[in-house]
């Protein structure tokens, strides 16, 4: 079963930032949090990854709560083009990687 | 820049036919990975595996058989197609590092009629 729990869809407004969470109450000290987003009829793609501390990249920001036990996936200003569906997934010492079902994204013009 | 190569992007199998989806990466990842991903759901592990001769079954490995032979190459062999099994399959390869992403194909589209 995934490690990771998220709402099963959220929407949002264009041009606004959005939140999207994700629980992962039984992470290990040794766990790296990651992101990817899957658009329409393509593969997942990377978004994101950390594992103590905030991070920022070009895509996007993710804040990683101080007890590791929820994480969320910051998009500062919301296109069309980031409808997508989002995937939270921990990455650790454990060889399988198991993705949930996610959260579908909607952007509202 | 290759990346993860996946062949065909689409297919269409009879009941009880035999196909290989194929799976091939030019970044020298030990791991590689088999993903299915049903209409409007998330994904499910099929197989993965971790290195030359070494493979181990996912979340949903039945009616499915893997190989790797090369760092390069990790097949997926459907040996009787059944109806349940029309779905769309990612291939995904990563480093063995917990800090490094995966890298995902295309997709192959299979419909078994």
């Known amino acids: 079963d995934a490690k990771t729990t998220q709402p099963n869809s959220m929407e949002s407004n264009e041009e606004e930032p959005v939140h999207l969470p994700c629980n992962h109450s039984?992470?290990?000290?040794?766990?790296?949090i990651h992101w990817y987003r899957q658009l329409p009829s393509q593969g997942p793609e990377y978004v994101i990854h950390g594992l103590t501390s905030n991070v920022n990249n070009r895509m996007a920001s993710l804040a990683i709560a101080e007890d590791r036990k929820s994480s969320t996936l910051i998009l500062h200003r919301a296109t069309l083009r980031d409808a997508a569906v989002y995937y939270c997934i921990l990455r650790g010492r454990d060889d399988k990687i198991i993705f949930g079902k996610g959260t579908r994204l909607h952007i509202l013009p | 820049n290759a990346g993860v190569t996946q062949t065909p992007k689409f297919r269409i199998l009879k009941i009880g036919q035999s196909m290989t989806l194929q799976c091939t990466q030019d970044m020298n990842h030990n791991y590689m990975y088999w993903y299915r991903q049903d209409p409007g759901m998330g994904l499910k592990l099929i197989y993965y595996?971790?290195?030359?001769?070494?493979?181990d079954k996912g979340e949903v490995p039945n009616g499915y058989n893997v190989s790797r032979s090369t760092t390069e190459d990790f097949p997926l062999r459907l040996e009787l197609a059944a109806p349940s099994q029309t779905s769309v399959y990612f291939c995904?390869?990563?480093?063995?590092?917990?800090?490094?992403?995966?890298?995902f194909g295309d997709g192959t589209r299979l419909s078994i009629l």
């Open positions: 995904a390869s990563s480093s063995d590092r917990p800090n490094q992403p995966q890298h």
């Open positions: 039984t992470i290990s000290g040794t766990d790296y």
């Open positions: 595996s971790v290195g030359a001769g070494i493979t």
